[in-house]
């Protein structure tokens, strides 16, 4: 009678237990996968396409606050090159940190600040309406400076509050230590939207 039972539980149970367990192995590999795919498209939108920036600082008063959640567009200047007022950021090797900044003078140009404001090729920046006060220092822009074939020169928007290329540790920005262009304030939501550029 009990090998009876036995033969009549056996056949039923081990199968069923064994497709569970199959089962259970299936929706874990499953999940496993998707994770992966996940990570691989966060990595590549992380890496080439765009990055969360946090504002440090009020360099960049009034336009962007302290603490202001910016995304940056990675993958633009890879098929244009950056223009003038482009809010940019930027790799300051010496700070090991990254900046944020306006750019104002442009490859080829002759920069200069004379009586607090920004000269062109000797002429003045009449369109700059972002830096609405006059410097009080022009750093190593107080003589002419000619930027190269990939280089860029860029100040704070709150001028007198501002580490930018008026000194040495900034200097001149090469293409090359671009991350890329502040593209839409995401925090604080009241702030919410795209940047004004130039």
């Given at each position: ?10 056949p039923?149970?081990?199968p ?38 946090v ?20 993958i ?8 003038r ?22 490859p ?6 004379v ?20 410097m009080?220092s ?23 509050g ?15 230590r ?8 995401i ?12």
């Amino acid at each position: 009678m009990t090998e009876q039972k036995r033969e009549e539980v056996v056949p039923e149970d081990i199968p069923e237990q064994f497709e569970k367990k199959k089962s259970r192995v299936r929706e874990a590999i499953d999940f496993i996968l998707y994770l992966a795919v996940v990570a691989g498209i966060c990595y590549v939108i992380v890496t080439f396409v765009g990055q969360r920036t946090v504002v440090s600082g009020t360099s960049m008063i009034p336009t962007l606050q302290d603490g202001d959640n910016l995304i940056t567009d990675k993958i633009s200047y890879r098929f244009r090159d950056p223009e003038r007022y482009d809010i940019i950021v930027l790799r300051v090797e010496s700070q090991h940190e990254n900046f944020i900044k306006r750019v104002i003078g442009l490859p080829g140009e002759t920069v200069q600040i004379v009586g607090g404001r920004v000269y062109i090729n000797g002429e003045l920046l009449e369109s700059d309406v972002y830096g609405n006060e006059l410097m009080i220092s022009a750093g190593r822009a107080s003589q002419p400076i000619t930027l190269g074939e990939n280089e860029y020169f860029v100040l704070g928007d709150n001028r007198n509050g501002s580490a930018d290329s008026r000194l040495e540790e900034v200097g001149n920005v090469d293409k090359s230590r671009i991350i890329g262009r502040a593209f839409v304030r995401i925090w604080p939501l009241s702030q919410f939207g795209l940047l004004k550029h130039g």
